[in-house]
């Protein structure tokens, strides 16, 4: 769009996401299936987690714009 060429971190956040997204609550639900330790207080962790990869992204994409 603008004629840049040089590295931005447009190019890491697809794989960001996907790797600290996908592939951390699949091997999440892995290890909850054999040791249960999912609870409230667990629960809780998991949703500050999640908001702050959203976050991670956001800025990343704010980042590679800028």
């Known amino acids: 769009?603008?004629?840049f060429?040089?590295?931005t971190t447009l190019s890491v956040?697809?794989?960001h996401y996907l790797m600290l997204g996908m592939a951390?609550?699949?091997l999440l639900v892995l290890v909850e299936k054999n040791?249960?330790?999912v609870a409230t207080k667990?629960?809780?962790y998991l949703l500050f987690y999640y908001n702050g990869l959203n976050l991670t992204v956001?800025?990343?994409v704010v980042?590679?714009?800028v």
């Open 1 to 3: 769009m603008n004629g």
């Open 5 to 7: 060429t040089d590295f």
């Open 35 to 37: 040791f249960h330790f």
């Open 24 to 26: 951390f609550f699949l």
């Open 42 to 44: 667990v629960s809780k």
């Open 63 to 65: 980042r590679g714009v």
């Open 58 to 60: 956001v800025m990343f």
């Open 13 to 15: 956040v697809h794989t």
